[in-house]
């Protein structure tokens, strides 16, 4: 492939005009030469953009820190691998959707952001990507190398057409140290040796590669199709030995013992998912979308344990996910602003678990359905109230559950400095295979987890959300939420002395409370300052947990606007306790890092490096967990200072091939089925 682009004429189209525009539903930005300038990629791109936050180590996003963001192009839905592949110069501005319809809403979406393609922006892109995590101590154990993530995209963009495909490879190796206390039954004690750094006692290795093919065809101004798919093969590894002392003490007595627990675990997965879209544009101002989705799961889970010189305790299981989803919505805009939408959207889940030891098999299946209807009044352009009303109704395994679940929310979102959204809704969440599956296997020496196929299959979130904007820049946000049926983790003991880890439905209050600032200081200096407060409280009968933590967030960035060279300091404080019912688990980590970001080959070339250093001041080096009951207390560590020293490299070399001018100016919804992690990279 020839790169054309020094051929292409430039031209300069000088705009006057405020950046953003902003109506009742939406924020509309304006992308700018600069903009595309500083950005390593589409994903940098949107993290520009007040409100949101791009985290450049794991690459995530988080719109007011939310996570429930969809993605669009052009109006046609989009996962975040799939708009990754867009280069930011062929972007002309990204729409904030912050009262998305009624179809969002049923998949538990609070933003979307719809990239606007150039007109004009045609031709062929490919883009060559790797991203290299380099531990040059013994931070990481003997693994030097530790994550390795090749990626190769390519894009055929036209009028009509648009055609891409993508392949990505992973090789990821992260080790920690790890240490806990255990108290079983009053009289005994565990207490491991504590790993270190450099002979870190949990290793943890994935090996993925993941492919993608979409294809976007638009005949018209009015209609417009869509077909997505992607296949994804991972390999998971976790071994994990302590090297502990047993405590038992008995008339007043006590006898030592050193012994050795020893846990494997290996995972192959493979995921298929494929989706269709319709959008159209239909006379009489009405507009109609429809989707198809498919997903395919399958994981086939090992497990061994062994305690001290007992028989190592085996577990293998065959777990497999069939998922189909639809929706269909209409939308209508009469001349006098009433904005009608409804729809439906249904589900049909089966999971199917096959124990390999015995040969059981067991299928639990599911159907949803939801209808939803809402009105929304836009008394003017930047002014709007929306009200809506939701049913649902899940059947599964011969319980069927019916819910209502309104919706509103009032929108105000004018041109000068202050804008306001106010909502209450109530969405639902359901439980997800491992929490469900009859599976059981050893987790320590006396404790068993089980799945609890009981656990009820759909519970609401009453959620109240209020986010105030001050100049576009100074923002305010208070999130309320109450859970009367969570999942939560859950310890009880048997008559025959063993203790199950398992899942029951408690209920659960949140309240998130963040204040965000950013300050342009000149045209080169950029400060982003974040404060959240977080508080939970569950309780169940008898039972009951509440933690209150803070975080901060302060990122510095300078821009050489003649050497595309940028550098940028930031120090996260993003540890935060949850609780439990019986105790409490940290998930997140704090951080600070330093960044170097230089430009070349008139942009081809984007070079990012990243770097933690090993300062201490405001870090907590420990994730924690504790787990209380009558009969078994523990406390487990996780230490991070795997990530002292670590040096993140991540390399980008795009080429063009044909017409590119310049101004200056999927989601696809499947259920999730990750366990709960540590927030870690």
Do not use: C
Request: proline fraction near 4%; aromatic fraction near 12%.
């Amino acid at each position: 492939m020839t790169d054309t682009t020094k051929n292409v004429e430039l031209k300069e189209v000088a705009v006057i005009a405020s950046r953003v525009t902003k109506k009742a539903d939406r924020d509309v930005y304006q992308v700018r030469s600069k903009d595309v300038r500083q950005a390593e990629d589409i994903l940098s791109l949107i993290g520009m953009l007040p409100g949101i936050r791009y985290q450049a180590l794991d690459e995530g996003l988080k719109v007011h820190n939310s996570t429930k963001i969809a993605y669009q192009v052009n109006g046609m839905d989009k996962t975040k691998e799939q708009i990754a592949a867009y280069p930011p110069g062929s972007i002309k501005s990204i729409e904030v959707i912050h009262s998305p319809s009624g179809r969002y809403q049923a998949e538990d979406i609070e933003y979307v952001i719809n990239l606007i393609l150039k007109d004009d922006y045609k031709g062929l892109d490919l883009n060559i990507r790797n991203f290299t995590i380099v531990s040059p101590g013994r931070n990481n154990g003997n693994n030097h190398l530790v994550n390795e993530q090749p990626r190769v995209a390519l894009q055929y963009l036209t009028r009509k057409w648009s055609i891409s495909t993508s392949y990505t490879f992973g090789d990821i190796r992260w080790n920690y140290p790890m240490d806990y206390r255990k108290e079983l039954f009053g009289n005994t004690t565990l207490e491991t040796v504590p790993g270190s750094s450099g002979n870190p006692n949990e290793h943890n290795y994935t090996q993925a590669h993941a492919a993608r093919f979409g294809i976007d065809f638009t005949p018209n101004s009015r209609h417009r199709f869509s077909f997505n798919s992607s296949y994804a093969h991972q390999r998971e590894r976790k071994d994990i030995l302590y090297r502990l002392t047993k405590t038992v003490r008995k008339d007043d007595i006590s006898t030592q013992e050193d012994m050795t627990e020893e846990s494997r675990t290996s995972d192959r997965s493979n995921d298929w998912r494929s989706s269709l879209f319709y959008y159209g544009r239909l006379p009489r101002e009405w507009r109609l979308n429809a989707g198809l989705n498919y997903n395919r799961l399958a994981s086939s889970p090992d497990r061994f344990y062994r305690w001290g010189n007992n028989p190592p305790a085996l577990s293998d299981y065959r777990h497999r996910k069939d998922y189909v989803s639809q929706y269909l919505s209409a939308e209508h805009m009469s001349a006098q602003q009433w904005f009608i939408d409804f729809g439906t959207a249904n589900t049909f889940n089966r999971y199917t678990t096959r124990n390999e030891r015995t040969g059981k098999e067991e299928r639990q299946n599911s159907f949803r359905s939801r209808l939803f209807f809402h009105v929304t009044k836009h008394w003017r352009e930047d002014f709007s109230t929306k009200i809506g009303i939701g049913g649902e109704y899940i059947k599964a395994e011969g319980k069927e559950n019916t819910a209502l679940q309104p919706d509103i929310s009032l929108n105000y979102h004018p041109q000068g400095i202050f804008s306001a959204q106010v909502g209450y809704t109530i969405r639902s969440s359901y439980p997800k295979q491992y929490q469900l599956a009859p599976e059981t296997h050893q987790e320590d020496s006396v404790t068993v987890f089980q799945g609890n196929p009981g656990l009820r299959p759909l519970s609401q979130n009453h959620e109240l959300t209020a986010t105030f904007s001050f100049w576009d820049n100074l923002v305010l946000a208070a999130y309320f939420s109450y859970a009367p049926k969570s999942i939560q983790p859950y310890y009880r003991m048997e008559q025959s002395g063993t203790l199950i880890s398992t899942f029951t439905n408690a209920k659960l209050l949140q309240n998130i409370y963040s204040l965000e600032y950013t300050w342009a200081i000149g045209e080169r200096w950029s400060w982003y300052n974040a404060f959240r407060l977080n508080h939970y409280k569950v309780n169940a009968p008898s039972m009951k947990g509440k933690a209150t933590s803070w975080g901060l967030t302060s990122e510095l960035q300078y821009y050489v606007p003649g050497q595309n060279l940028m550098f940028t300091a930031t120090y996260d404080r993003g540890m935060v306790r949850i609780p439990d019912m019986q105790g409490f688990h940290d998930t997140g980590q704090d951080l600070w890092q330093f960044s170097i970001q230089k430009q070349a080959f008139k942009k081809r070339l984007t070079v990012s490096f990243i770097y933690l250093p090993p300062i201490y001041t405001g870090i907590r080096h420990r994730q924690k967990q504790e787990i209380i009951t009558p009969f078994y207390r523990t406390s487990q560590g996780l230490h991070l200072s795997t990530y002292d020293n670590m040096l993140f490299l991540r390399i980008t070399w795009r080429m063009h091939k044909g017409k590119k001018t310049k101004e200056v100016i999927d989601q696809t919804t499947y259920d999730d089925e990750k366990a709960a992690g540590r927030g870690l990279m």
